[in-house]
T-cell receptor, first 117, second 117 residues
């Protein structure tokens, strides 16, 4: 079974609009963390935002917010007021067992976001 | 405060040759992770190492691939007798480990793009 599912392979959005990138996850571990990374065409992985499974509030970082719905196991990324520089691949990821030594991050297949001027 | 360093950034090898990828973690980090990204896919975990120890190699192919993180010097991912299917981007990440319970902070390097001809 897929641990991280991103159902939108590609999205086109008009500049200045808000955009939501979908992510659902699957885990039986009560202690986990969820991440979003941005990968521009240059290839580096840029950390955007993190949400812990025990965090009460949805995470926010500038124009990025994470819509965390624990019961539905979803962790959608919302980008407000999109900019041309937001065009990139976006990966949702999860780390299980936050307080154990097993530390790998599991990535989804990604969503390619294209911002239209 | 240098980030995670990887070299080379680009590596071209002929089929059957060996590839050596190097990763220098952030200063003070003693945990290193290697991930592989095939074209148009998300990152897949390969191996997790601490100084002189392999902690989790569940994502590493059983043959031709090996990794080390010696007491001194960078972590090395070694691929022997490369094949075309090894062509991918290889990312290294480092972390402090379980410091303060915030084990999620993995910082990614810029990646090494391996092309096998």
């Amino acid at each position: 079974a897929q641990k991280i599912t991103q159902t939108q392979p590609g999205m086109f959005v008009q500049e200045k609009e808000a955009v939501t990138l979908d992510c659902t996850y699957d885990t039986s571990d009560p202690s986990y963390g969820l991440f979003w990374y941005k990968q521009p065409s240059s290839g580096e992985m840029i950390f955007l935002i993190y949400q812990g499974s025990y965090d009460q509030q949805n995470a926010t970082e500038g124009r990025y917010s994470l819509n965390f719905q624990k019961a539905r196991k979803s962790a959608n990324l919302v980008i407000s007021a999109s900019q041309l520089g937001d065009s990139a691949m976006y990966f949702c990821a999860m780390r299980e067992g936050l307080y154990s030594s097993a530390s790998k991050i599991i990535f989804g297949s990604g969503t390619r976001l294209s911002i239209r001027p | 405060n240098a980030g995670v360093m990887q070299n080379p950034r680009h590596l071209v090898r002929r089929r059957g040759q060996e590839a050596r990828l190097r990763c220098s973690p952030m200063k003070g980090h003693s945990h290193v992770y290697w991930y592989r990204q095939l074209p148009e896919e998300g990152l897949k975990f390969m191996v997790y190492l601490q100084k002189e120890n392999i902690i989790d190699e569940s994502g590493m192919p059983k043959e031709r691939f090996s990794a080390e993180f010696p007491k001194e010097g960078p972590s090395i991912l070694r691929i022997q007798q490369v094949v075309r299917g090894d062509s991918a981007a290889y990312f290294c990440a480092s972390s402090l480990g379980l410091a303060g319970g915030h084990a999620y902070e993995q910082y990614f390097g810029p990646g090494t793009r391996l092309t096998v001809t």
